[in-house]
């Protein structure tokens, strides 16, 4: 007598987060191999981790400190750009892989089942080793401009948790969207080149009006940003505190609403992409 198997996806949802624990060594491949493809047969390797936010602090200093004369705030300008331009940098390439994740890995996805999640999720990882690596440069303009690090400096590391909740948040909703509508798969870089000019990467929150910067605090990466200035620069950046709790409640807001529509969507995802 034969016997019948039906593969039910993880279980339905009782078994969904045990599936993703038991899945764990593929998401440690998937973000490996991420790795691994993002620096085969480049000349650099991972230089280019260094070379993308150095010359992003160059011509942001260049044309907002010295075109623009923008104040500072006592602050070299070289070093206020960089330390908002590392957490601004990993979020960018975050969302992008991320939302892209889904559609970069079709072949899987129609084939063989194991939590979605672990896609975009993993490609996250390869874009912290990015900044990790960037952070070097960080700590050279610090010694440079002979500023040493405070207690706050441990901070940066929920500021970075901050950063990639923001990014796979976003990540998850854009992923989701991207496999029923590949529009979503041009739309996401515009979005982003428009971000890093209205977050305050090349300047100081300080410009924006005092009635204006609650609202302007709706942009997340505003209070990410701020945060990582006030870990790294201490007294000389101070922290709006109404902004950054309004940046850490529409994180919250974003990932929670991403996962619940990625999980909801999730089931169909082999069928139609």
């Known amino acids: ?3 019948e198997i039906v593969i039910e996806p993880g279980g339905g949802h009782r078994r969904y987060w045990r599936d993703l624990w038991e899945f764990r060594e593929l998401f440690v491949f998937l973000a ?3 790795i691994s493809v ?3 047969q480049t000349i650099i390797g991972v230089a280019w981790s260094i070379l993308q936010p150095v010359v992003t602090m160059i011509v942001f200093t260049i044309v907002f400190g010295r075109l623009a004369a923008l104040p500072s ?3 070299p300008y070289p070093l206020l750009v960089f ?5 601004w940098q990993f979020f960018a390439t975050s969302l992008t892989a991320s939302s892209d994740s889904l559609v970069s890995n079709r072949e899987m996805i129609s084939k063989i089942y194991f939590p979605r999640l672990a896609l975009p999720s993993s490609a996250i990882i ?5 900044m990790l690596i960037a952070f070097g440069v960080l700590l050279a303009l610090m010694v440079f401009y002979q500023i040493w690090p405070t207690w706050r400096f441990v901070a940066l ?3 970075t948790g901050l950063a990639a909740a923001f990014a796979l948040g976003s990540g998850l909703w854009f992923a989701a969207l991207n496999v029923r509508y590949r529009d979503f798969r041009y739309l996401v870089p515009f979005m982003i080149q428009l971000g890093i000019y209205v977050s305050p990467v090349g300047f100081s929150s300080d410009i924006v009006p005092d009635n204006l910067r609650f609202i302007y605090s709706l942009n997340p990466m ?6 990582f200035r006030w870990a790294i620069l201490g007294q000389d950046a101070p922290l709006y505190v109404p902004g950054f709790v309004l940046s850490i409640l529409l994180v919250a807001i974003i990932f929670a609403s991403g996962l619940r529509h990625f999980r909801g969507t999730e089931r169909s995802f082999a069928d139609v992409i």
């Open 222 to 227: 505003v209070g990410v940003i701020d945060g």
């Open 1 to 3: 007598m034969s016997r």
């Open 157 to 159: 590391v929920p500021l």
């Open 83 to 87: 330390s908002a331009v590392l957490p």
């Open 32 to 34: 490996w191999r991420d």
């Open 126 to 130: 390869v874009h912290l080793v990015d």
């Open 38 to 40: 993002r620096y085969k």
């Open 73 to 75: 705030g006592g602050v």
